[in-house]
């Protein structure tokens, strides 16, 4: 079954802690993102990385860190420093001009 | 700057055509995009189209774009009640990177 896997698909943290979300893709495509969806508002990038080892900030990346150590994982992790972490993430990966969303995590910070 | 702008609400009756529209601001893109996501969902590609078409169509949905006034536009015929969901634009400028729409809801009522 090829697709994007993203777990847990609830999370809840106290303030100060810092999650781990989980993106695996099977999909077999280099290019993998994070982006963070609020409610009335579109899709905002947080990382992406084009190829295993390297990734780039994009437009909210404060308070957020992520690694890219093999192809198919692109783990994000909420730090503490993000003030606002209330919201739906959600992980792509793709090709030359698609890309394929995974399922989303609604995280909520208590 | 880049900047992708929609309507936030459409409602249709059932059996109608629905109309989505998109403007955006970058005359650089190159593919522009129709993403649907349906409540607690990731998003679904739903169709692209290069910049240098007209028109696009993939059974019930059509896509026209006009470059000239950078809008973008899905149909969607004989609209059902399954269509109900919340309908992204983006477009994607020289990168792999995309920049969505805030989203336009489609409630399909009987």
């Known amino acids: 079954d090829g697709g994007i896997t993203q777990s847990p698909k609830y999370l809840f943290r106290k303030e100060g802690q810092n999650v781990t979300l989980s993106c695996e893709q099977n999909l077999n495509h280099d290019a993998m993102y994070w982006y963070r969806q609020d409610p009335g508002q579109g899709l905002r990038l947080i990382y992406y990385?084009?190829?295993?080892?390297?990734?780039q900030k994009g437009d909210i990346a404060e308070g957020y860190s992520v690694s890219r150590e093999k192809k198919e994982s692109f783990p994000l992790t909420v730090t503490s420093a993000q003030k606002n972490p209330t919201a739906f993430y959600l992980c792509?990966?793709?090709?030359?001009?698609?890309?394929?969303f995974g399922p989303g995590t609604r995280l909520t910070v208590l | 700057g880049e900047d992708v702008e929609q309507s936030l609400f459409l409602s249709v009756r059932e059996g109608d055509s629905s109309v989505i529209n998109c403007t955006y601001t970058d005359s650089s893109s190159t593919y522009l995009y129709w993403y649907k996501q349906e409540p607690g969902a990731g998003l679904q590609l739903l169709t692209y189209i290069f910049s240098n078409m007209d028109m696009k169509q993939d059974q019930r949905l059509t896509v026209l774009l006009n470059k000239k006034d950078k809008h973008l536009s899905l149909r969607i015929a004989d609209t059902q009640t399954g269509d109900s969901a919340i309908y992204f634009c983006a477009e994607s400028i020289l990168t792999d990177k995309l920049i969505f729409g805030t989203g336009t809801r489609l409630q399909v009522f009987p």
């Open positions: 792509a990966s793709g090709t030359d001009n698609e890309q394929f």
């Open positions: 990385s084009q190829i295993v080892n390297d990734f």
